[in-house]
């Protein structure tokens, strides 16, 4: 079993639609969690951190954590065309020289 | 890209020929990473360092080499380029202890024929 997994996609919607994107983990000892939005052709940019399990809210994105579940998501409301992107999920324990577990990613397409 | 520059941009290379990639940013954060993105792989870590002259190996540091002299700049090198890594290659920054946010920078293009 790979440490992160994700659906990989691809995955298209309506404008205006609400978009869930989900990642699972084996590793227990996972503290932090991240998503990125990558444009093609671009760097991976920071979307959401979150620290153990919660709810963390961003304008339209939620970020949502469950450890119990080994389980994270990312909830975007109101989509728009501009959300078109691919968004991989990240994971790290805690502790010094910890390093991140990327999922493979899910390419989103909001049609206008 | 939070202060962070990667050159050069696109480069096509030989196979057997040295490469090297520099990754340089004004933030002064102490971690500095070296990934390459594939196709079905995602991203996968190379090297990383902790400091200046502090490095480590990542999953996938076989053919590649590392050096950080000073706190902005973290050098890539392939001794002698391969096809197979013709990839994709980011290098982020993290201002943290361990990995927490890290921030990436435009990436380069690297194709070896």
């Known amino acids: 079993q790979k440490e992160v997994e994700q659906d990989p996609g691809p995955l298209s919607v309506p404008e205006g639609a609400i978009v869930s994107l989900n990642c699972t983990y084996s590793n227990s000892a996972f503290q932090y969690f991240m998503w990125y939005r990558q444009y093609s052709r671009k760097g991976p940019e920071l979307l959401m951190y979150t620290y153990s399990s919660g709810n963390k809210e961003d304008g339209r994105f939620t970020a949502q954590v469950d450890k119990s579940s080994k389980y994270i998501s990312l909830f975007i409301r109101d989509s728009q065309p501009s959300d078109s992107a691919t968004y991989l999920c990240?994971?790290?324990?805690?502790?010094?020289?910890?390093?991140?577990?990327f999922g493979k990613g899910i390419t989103l397409s909001v049609r206008p | 890209d939070a202060g962070i520059t990667q050159s050069p941009r696109h480069k096509v290379t030989e196979t057997g020929t040295p490469v090297t990639l520099r990754c340089h940013q004004t933030?002064?954060?102490?971690?500095m990473y070296w990934y390459r993105q594939d196709p079905g792989h995602g991203l996968r870590l190379i090297h990383y360092?902790?400091?200046?002259?502090?490095?480590d190996k990542g999953e996938v540091s076989d053919g590649y080499s590392v050096s950080r002299s000073k706190t902005e700049d973290f050098l890539l090198t392939l001794e002698s380029a391969t096809s197979s890594q013709t990839s994709v290659y980011f290098c982020a920054i993290s201002p943290g202890q361990g990995a927490g946010e890290q921030y990436f920078g435009p990436g380069t293009r690297l194709t070896v024929t």
């Open positions: 933030e002064n954060h102490r971690y």
């Open positions: 360092s902790y400091g200046v002259k502090d490095t």
């Open positions: 990240a994971m790290s324990a805690s502790g010094a020289n910890s390093k991140l577990t």
